[in-house]
């Protein structure tokens, strides 16, 4: 069955402290797969994606994530965390062509907290 | 160039109503998902629409219904309204060509009473 974990329900870090945030797929077809970004009651913004090529994609506001097809996993990483990225992240994974185009399947979701 | 763009915002309707929900996708993408966010929860797809016909259904009851209209806006419609419909409901909007990626509109709040 097609599914995103994110494993990491809460995390909490200092701002200027780095960041990683996990995310592992299970998908039978090559996956195109995303961050997004969501801040209290609002709608979901793009932060980066994977197609293919370069394992290591770059995204807005600093972010950049890794791609390992070995590991199934898609981890979102920041060097220095301000506090206005407090926000909920979520993984998604997404088929290519096929009559799943379009249909993200989205992980459960990671809350960032920030201390100043 | 506008985004996605949903009406309205929140709602409140009562258990047994009917709710129509409303999007406009981003400017030259012509086709439209919904996607219905729990509290606490990642956004679970509905459906999608694209050319005017349901492509792709998620599992979720007959309850809930769309249409898409030739200038690719779309409605989301539910009928029976349960207390456990109460969510945040996000229109995405994509290139149907180009694959899953997608951009989301605000959302509306439903809250069923």
């Known amino acids: 069955a097609q599914s995103v974990t994110q494993p990491d329900i809460h995390i909490t870090v200092s701002e200027g402290a780095s960041l990683e945030l996990r995310c592992n797929y299970s998908y039978g077809a090559t996956p195109y797969l995303f961050w997004y970004v969501q801040s209290p009651g609002q709608g979901l913004q793009l932060l980066l994606k994977?197609?293919?090529?370069?394992?290591l994609v770059q995204g807005i506001k600093g972010f950049e994530a890794e791609f390992k097809r070995s590991q199934s996993s898609f981890n979102l990483r920041k060097p220095s965390v301000h506090w206005s990225d407090a926000a909920e992240y979520f993984c998604a994974v997404g088929a290519a062509g096929s009559s799943n185009t379009g249909k993200l399947i989205f992980g459960q979701g990671t809350t960032l907290q920030v201390k100043p | 160039d506008a985004g996605v763009t949903q009406s309205p915002t929140h709602l409140i309707k009562t258990r047994g109503q009917q709710v129509t929900l409303r999007c406009s996708p981003k400017?030259?993408?012509?086709?439209v998902s919904w996607y219905q966010q729990a509290l606490g929860q990642g956004p679970q797809f509905i459906f999608q629409?694209?050319?005017?016909?349901?492509?792709q259904r998620g599992n979720f009851p007959d309850r809930f219904s769309g249409h898409q209209f030739p200038n690719y806006s779309s409605e989301l419609n539910v009928n029976a309204l349960l207390l456990g419909d109460s969510a945040l409901y996000l229109c995405a909007s994509s290139f149907y060509s180009r694959g899953p990626e997608a951009f989301f509109g605000q959302g509306t709040r439903l809250t069923v009473v």
């Open positions: 400017s030259g993408h012509d086709t």
């Open positions: 994977y197609f293919s090529g370069d394992t």
């Open positions: 629409y694209y050319e005017e016909e349901e492509r």
